[in-house]
């Protein structure tokens, strides 16, 4: 008796937990392409600089892509014991965020192309910022939630304050900083 309580079954010792990959695909393309920049803008600078607006660009629109299946497909996903859900609410404003994150790139590129500024510095942190919402779109869960609000603001508090020769930007970025820390 003793030694059939004992005996377990392979499959009851350890079951692999099911990972829904295509749910988070489009965070994932958007953590691959802020990493991707960061990168390149520690170990190529100058050359790299022409091609940062176009990576951020093709950054964006390749986390559309998995958003346009997860559209298609119309279940709703739940992760991580119900703390990030993938429905069709979220999809919209995640869609919103990048659409939007895109259009900015695109309106931008000259202005920052022509000035004296930090390129790569500024599509880096507007892709995480980006990150940081469609993250939000997705929360359920407080501490999910506090994640992705830390990870929207901490980059626009940075992007505030990214014209460093500037004094108001500095103020600017320092009063938003403590606004936010003290909220």
């Known amino acids: 008796m003793l030694a059939s309580l004992f005996q377990l079954q392979p499959e009851a010792v350890f079951r692999n937990p099911s990972f829904d990959w295509h749910a988070l ?3 994932v393309v958007l953590t691959a392409g802020t990493l991707l920049l960061i990168l390149l803008d520690s170990v190529k600078l100058e050359k790299a600089r022409q091609f940062m607006p176009s990576l951020a660009n093709l950054t964006l629109l390749g ?8 559209a298609v ?5 739940v992760l991580f014991g119900g703390s990030y859900v ?9 869609a919103l965020f990048i659409v939007t994150a895109y259009i900015v790139v695109l309106l931008s590129t000259n202005y920052i192309a022509e000035g004296d500024y930090w390129e790569s510095e500024y599509y880096s942190l ?3 910022s980006t990150l940081g919402m469609v993250v939000m779109a997705s929360a359920r869960d407080l501490i999910t ?16 304050a990214w014209r460093k020769a500037d004094t108001k930007s500095n103020e600017a970025g320092m009063k938003y900083f403590l606004m936010g820390v003290f909220a």
């Open 25 to 27: 695909a489009p965070e």
């Open 63 to 70: 986390s559309l892509i998995p958003l346009l299946t997860l």
């Open 73 to 77: 497909d119309g279940q709703t996903r």
């Open 86 to 94: 993938v429905d069709s609410l979220s999809l919209v404003l995640k």
């Open 126 to 128: 507007l892709v995480a």
């Open 145 to 160: 939630i506090f994640i992705a609000l830390e990870l929207l603001s901490m980059p626009a508090y940075m992007l505030a």
